[in-house]
Each structure stands twice: as structure tokens, then as C-alpha cells.
């Protein structure tokens, strides 16, 4: 995959030049929307959202089913209007526009869905091409902005191919191409890659990782898979019944092991439970689960273990992952069921979270 020319404005000169390019590219202002169906019932899909996602930032949205996801995504998108509160987008209060203004916004953009959702009976450069010619582009501007396109997402040689073609992270990357077309400035993901294998997805993130690095385009992904947030998030929003349950940088977020965000991304480790419950001399065990942090400057890992090892403990597996400037450790680890109290007594007097898990 390689890139070309000038695919979007260079924004670096702006920042200097333009006062608002230091707001944040999106910002949510005690965002509300509550529905009212047919019988009657009330649903509060969002309460009062405070979030700011800044310029060239990933960011991810995730929580459970029923959270409010969409209903953000819809309120953003200007499909729905919010029952109160304020949608800013690159500096403009969209609830306020009129529909000229709302239609030019609405233009700072890009989407990019679940399955692509092509047109089928257009060919992949036309499918790339259909947002410009809504919009009047000039015919010559519209071939070379897909031509550059094409290249950008890796598809030159497929631009007459039809989508019933191509492979689904083919087809994903035509939608990606197809959301960059306009120039915007922000392009939202709804579920990027839970259609696609392990593989498509970590090249369809490289491309959307690769877009923020080269061009400096915000990219929002709302997801379910913690994956995605771990591999190509800078930051994230965890939404609970409506309601913003942590929102922030990710390597800030995680330093709370007890949240559940940091749990749901660091899950604790998938053991055997035979291989837990008795030592070589028949001893029982316990098993414990313990959490830590490491940062430039404070590493905590090797102290971790030394203090385990001194506790007769014994690692039977652990999960590290590096999520920006923070390392998140997760043991589980063995002791004799004698020596539990003083086990985790000993690591909270070192301020590391411990506990006693359940052997399944
Ligand atoms: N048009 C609607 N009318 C009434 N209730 C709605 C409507 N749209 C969504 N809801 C309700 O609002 C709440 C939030 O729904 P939403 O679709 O935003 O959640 P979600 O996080 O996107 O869920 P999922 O991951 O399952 O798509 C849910 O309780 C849902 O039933």
C-alpha cells in the first residue's frame, strides 16, 4: 500500500494560523436523548454525555449492548437531534445549523459501517466516486481524487471490479476509500471489523491507523472488541446505560486495575484449573489474581515476581499488554492455601491490587 499527493489539507499550518484548531475536533456537551415509543415507554438511550475527542486522536467507544452507542453515532451523524445538550463538531454546534449549514457540516464525516454497505451495481471506482458526484464535483477532479485513492487503500488494479468480487476486507477498504473522498476531517467507524477475520482486521486497523499517522484525520471507532481499543486507541469512552462510565487517554485509564474498562481489556488469564489446585506434594492451592502497572521510570514487573517468589507463589500465567506509556501486568498465581492471608496482605502493603479468585 502506498500513499500520494496531497490527499488532505496539511493541518499543521492551520494550528499555527487558526486559534480553533486547538479545540477539540468533537465535543459533547451534556448530550441527552430519550425516546418515547409507541406504548408509551421511555427510554433514556443517552444521560447527560460530557466528552472531548481531540484532533487526530483514535478514539474508542465501547460498551455493552443497549449502552447508547448508536444512538451517539445517530447524534453526531445529525440522523437524530438530541433531546437537549450540544454536538460540536471541528467548532460548530450542529444542533444550531440550518439545513444549508447542517448539510455542508455534515460533510466533516466520513463513515465507515459494519459491512461496507456498497452499492452493488456500481463498480468499486464508482462506488468510491458516488459521494462526489452527489455533491457536483467536476468529473476530472472526481477521477483523480479516486485515482489517489485507489492507491491510498491498496486497490488500483480492482477499480472495475464489482463488490460481490471482492473479499470482505476488500470491500472494507472501498468504504474506507469512499468515507475519505470528501476530505473530511473525521471519519466514524461503526463496528469496522467484527465482520472480518483476525488477519483483514489488523490490516483494515494498520489502514486506519495509517490514515491518522500520514494525514492527521480523527478516526472514532465504535466497537465491542476491546482488541481493537488495544491495538489502535489513544484514547476511549466506556458507555453504561446511557451514561459516560470513564472516558479518557488510554494509557491514563488503565492505571485503575480495579476499573472494569482495565479488566475487559486485560482479562485475567485462561488457566487450567487442574493445573491449580494441588502442588507436586498434594498441597492445596489458592489462586490469586494480581494487577499491576509499569511506566518509563517505574517499573514494577520484576519487584512483583520477587515479592511472589518470596510468598512460595508460582506464576501459572500472565497477560502483559502495553497500552501507550503504561504496561498492564495480570497474574495468576499460585500460593498454598496456608499462605493466602499473608500473601495478599504482603502485596497490598506494596500497594498491588491482589485478590482471591474462585478455582472453575
Ligand atoms: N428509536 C428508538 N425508540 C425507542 N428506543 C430506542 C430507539 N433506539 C434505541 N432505543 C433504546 O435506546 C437504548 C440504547 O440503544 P442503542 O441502540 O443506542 O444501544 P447500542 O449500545 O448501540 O446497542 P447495540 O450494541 O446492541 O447496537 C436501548 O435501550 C434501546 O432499546
Known sequence: ????????????????????SVQPMIELRGLSKTYQSESGRVVDALVDVNLEIQRGEIHGIV???????????RCLTTLES????EVIVNGEDLSRLGQS???????????????????????????????????GTPAAETKARVAELLEFVGLTERANSYPSELSGGQKQRVGIARALADRPPVVLCDEPTSALDSETTGQILHLLSD???QFGVTVVIITHEMSVV???????????????????????????????????????????????THDAHGNENALLDVRFTSSPGKPTGSAVMTLA?????????????????TQVGRLALTVPRSQVKAALAAFHSHNIFAEEVPVV
Request: charged share 25%; hydrophobic share 35%.
Open 1 to 20: 500500500m502506498s500513499t500520494t499527493g496531497n490527499l488532505f489539507e496539511d493541518t499543521s499550518e492551520q494550528s499555527e494560523k487558526n486559534p480553533t
Open 63 to 73: 460498551g455493552q449492548s443497549g449502552a447508547g452507542k448508536s444512538t451517539l453515532i
Open 82 to 85: 438530541p433531546t437537549s445538550g
Open 101 to 135: 449549514a447542517l448539510r455542508r457540516a455534515r460533510r466533516n464525516i466520513g463513515m465507515v459501517f459494519q459491512h461496507a454497505n456498497l452499492l452493488d451495481a456500481r463498480t468499486v471506482e464508482q462506488n468510491i466516486a458516488y459521494p462526489l458526484r452527489l455533491n
Open 211 to 213: 490514515l491518522r499517522e
Open 230 to 276: 488495544r491495538e489502535i486507541c489513544d484514547s476511549v469512552t466506556l458507555l453504561e446505560d446511557g451514561k459516560v462510565a470513564t472516558t479518557g487517554p488510554l494509557e491514563e485509564l488503565v492505571k485503575d486495575v480495579t476499573s472494569r474498562l482495565t479488566c475487559d481489556l486485560v482479562p485475567f488469564p485462561a488457566i487450567s484449573a487442574r493445573d491449580v
Open 309 to 325: 517468589s518470596s510468598l512460595s507463589g508460582d506464576l501459572a500465567a500472565g497477560t502483559f499488554e502495553t497500552l501507550g506509556r
